[in-house]
């Protein structure tokens, strides 16, 4: 069996079907357990206080925010190679699942900044590509709308995604490349003396589990709507000629 | 049992308010127009059914 089996829409449906309840319920136990496990039975850190609760949403988000635009490019190369319209389809429904990660991110930001670094917002590298990535998100999101034809509005939303990865890797990248930013490390490294502690760790891989699966559910709903969305233009076209 | 936020109550409670008004937003949306496109498919598929035979 070939991998290729799934672009075709009715495969994919029914296999997306039978899969979808599982991520869901999986997603929502693991957002439930990890950010009760953060908010309620996690200790304050030494110098942050309780701010470090925002970690557990914080981190997450911003994860899966550039790792939407990741899957959003890879779907998007295969919809340019391949020509295959389920991958086209899924680029475009985890681009507002990405952009409400990147605004939750921004925004958990902003409340983390304040009084941690006595500010809302600064014009670190991290924060300034994010913005961009965001404006990208917008920019992408908006290209669907405006393009009637899909094959075309598929092709230039491909090309947006490209151009827009370079943000996107360089808001996850940016803290190595310049150190005048304000924002710190990576949370979570192989490096013990870089990663957080353990107390705080064990919670938060589970919210990123949490991201994670809710991010793949989200996708699949979203991109089954795309499918029967696609089906019913093209019944109402054929009804019109009719 | 609301752990003690202290003086960061603020910036952490907003945090998870504004985080989790997004989450529900975004999972409701996506129910309502996957629920309104399938029975709109689902109209235009029984009706030209019938109309065809």
Same mark, same amino acid.
């Given at each position: 069996m070939s991998i290729w089996e799934y672009a075709n829409p009715k495969r994919f449906m029914q296999t997306s079907a039978w899969v979808l309840p599982w991520v869901a319920v999986l997603a929502l136990a693991c957002l439930v357990a990890g950010l009760i496990w953060g908010f309620f039975f996690t200790p304050d850190d030494f110098r942050q206080g309780s701010t470090v609760k925002i970690i557990y949403l914080h981190v997450p988000s911003?994860?899966?925010?550039?790792? $939407?635009? &990741?899957?959003?490019? &890879?779907?998007s190369l295969i919809w340019l190679v391949r020509r295959h319209h389920v991958s086209?389809?899924?680029?475009? $429904?985890? $681009? =507002?699942?990405?952009?409400t990660?990147? %605004?939750?991110?921004? %925004?958990?930001?902003?409340?983390? #900044?304040? =009084?941690?670094?006595?500010?809302?917002?600064?014009?670190?590298?991290? +924060?300034?590509?994010?913005?961009?990535?965001?404006?990208?998100?917008?920019?992408?999101? $908006?290209?669907?709308?405006? &393009?009637?034809?899909?094959?075309?509005?598929?092709?230039?939303t491909a090309v947006l995604c490209l151009v827009g990865s370079v943000f996107a890797l360089l808001s996850r990248y940016a803290v190595l490349f310049w150190n005048q930013g304000l924002h710190q490390g990576a949370s979570l490294s192989l490096d013990k003396e870089e990663n957080v502690a353990d107390v705080?760790?064990?919670?938060? +891989? %589970?919210?990123?589990? #949490?991201?994670? +699966?809710?991010? %793949?559910?989200? &996708?699949?709903?979203?991109?089954?709507?795309?499918?029967?969305?696609r089906r019913l233009q093209a019944l109402l076209a054929r009804e019109r000629l009719a | 049992?609301?752990?003690?936020?202290?003086?960061?109550?603020? @910036?952490?409670?907003?945090?998870?308010?504004?985080?989790?008004?997004?989450? /529900?937003?975004? /999972?409701?949306?996506?129910?309502?127009?996957? @629920?309104? /496109?399938?029975? *709109?498919?689902?109209? /235009?598929?029984?009706? *030209?059914e019938r109309e065809n035979g």
């Open positions: 911003a994860m899966m925010a550039i790792n $939407a635009w &990741v899957m959003m490019l &890879v779907t086209a389809l899924a680029a475009k $429904a985890a $681009a =507002p699942i990405g952009l990660f990147t %605004v939750i991110a921004l %925004v958990t930001g902003a409340f983390w #900044g304040q =009084p941690m670094w006595g500010t809302w917002w600064a014009w670190d590298p991290r +924060l300034t590509s994010f913005l961009i990535l965001t404006l990208f998100y917008l920019g992408y999101i $908006a290209l669907w709308q405006a &393009v009637e034809n899909p094959d075309t509005a598929a092709d230039l705080f760790w064990l919670p938060l +891989l %589970v919210c990123i589990a #949490g991201f994670v +699966l809710l991010f %793949v559910a989200l &996708v699949l709903m979203r991109t089954r709507t795309e499918i029967r969305a | 049992m609301m752990p003690d936020l202290g003086k960061y109550a603020f @910036a952490v409670l907003s945090s998870y308010a504004a985080s989790l008004l997004l989450l /529900v937003a975004l /999972v409701g949306w996506t129910m309502w127009r996957g @629920a309104r /496109v399938k029975a *709109q498919l689902r109209e /235009v598929e029984a009706r *030209q």
